[in-house]
């Protein structure tokens, strides 16, 4: 199999700063992508500003021989990420959407400031570098898309129901994108991954920190973004050394005679059929979602 190379495409990394937009921005530059380091360089729950993080990863690209340019914007400003990278090497290939800080509390003690910091960098910035470039993409008709989700919207984690919220959220997004994008050459993915970080190194012990390596999430993002990749719409936890793949299961479920109506009670003593995965489906899509609706409604 030959390398996965970049050559001559132009790849935007947000938070490209540090952990793991650091690592995609300096692999990326390593095969041959023009990179363009964006990081706002503030605290990670979202206050300051500054300009060395991402001036540091430019500098080791740039002492590595690699290509790449500073960008210091909010991802909330998208538009001019994206015309930095325009500006600067005109056109764009690749967006990482990987810019993030965290707002934990559990909800009882949530503020409205903690649920829109964390909305606001990590959808809306998703949303306004991704839709800056999408006009480009779709010229060109070639683009890879990628948004970083989490577990803890997978799955829920206590004190992150901002954050749950805003990265299930993210796939979301990337599901319809994947759709939108596909006549187009625009493929889609999201990771949830796990990697040692700022972020994470007050909720991880300092020596699994050490161990999960942002390095261990990268190789999936460059695989996602190969130019002969055809996977869109994926959702992938990634970390450690493992990589697996994500899908929605749902239970065979119970269509119910609904000539005269249909009551909570009869949903209620058919609930264990209701919640049994056996043989459980795996729909891929809305129209594959609603045949058994449809079904039901035929045989009323
Ligand atoms: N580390 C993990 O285990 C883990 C798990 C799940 C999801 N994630 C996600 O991965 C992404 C990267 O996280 P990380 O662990 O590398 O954290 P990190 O704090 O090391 O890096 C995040 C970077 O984003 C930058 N940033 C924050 N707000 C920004 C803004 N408004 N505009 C531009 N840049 C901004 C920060 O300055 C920082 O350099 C985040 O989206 C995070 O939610 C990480």
Known sequence: MSDIRFDDRVVIVTGAGNGL????????????????????????????????AADMVVDEIQAA??????NYESVTDGDKIVQSAMDNFGRIDVVINNAGILRDKSFNKMTDQDWDLVYEVHVKGAYKVTHAAWPHLRDNEYGRV??????????????QANYSMA????????????????????????????????????????????????QYVTPL????????????????????????KLRWERA??????????????AIAKSWDQICDFTDADHPGNTQEAMTQMMQNLQNK
Request: proline letters at 4%; a negative charge.
């Open 21 to 52: 937009g650091k690592s995609h921005a300096l692999e990326f530059a390593k095969r041959g992508a023009k990179v363009i380091v964006n990081d706002l360089g503030g605290s990670a729950t979202g206050e300051g500003e500054s300009k060395g």
């Open 65 to 70: 021989g690699g290509e790449a340019v500073a």
């Open 146 to 159: 990628i948004v970083t989700a989490s577990a803890a919207g997978i799955y829920g984690n206590f004190g």
């Open 167 to 214: 990265k299930l959220g993210l796939h979301g997004f990337s599901q319809t994108l994947a759709l939108e994008g596909k006549k187009y050459n625009i493929l889609v993915n999201a990771i949830a991954p796990v990697a040692g970080s700022r972020m994470t190194e007050t909720i991880l012990p300092p020596p699994l920190i050490e161990q999960l390596k942002p």
């Open 221 to 244: 993002v460059v695989k996602l973004c190969d130019e002969n990749s055809t996977e869109t719409g994926g959702l992938f936890e990634v970390g450690a050394g493992w990589v697996g």
């Open 252 to 265: 065979k479920g119970v269509g119910f005679n609904i000539s005269d109506g249909l009551s909570a009670e």
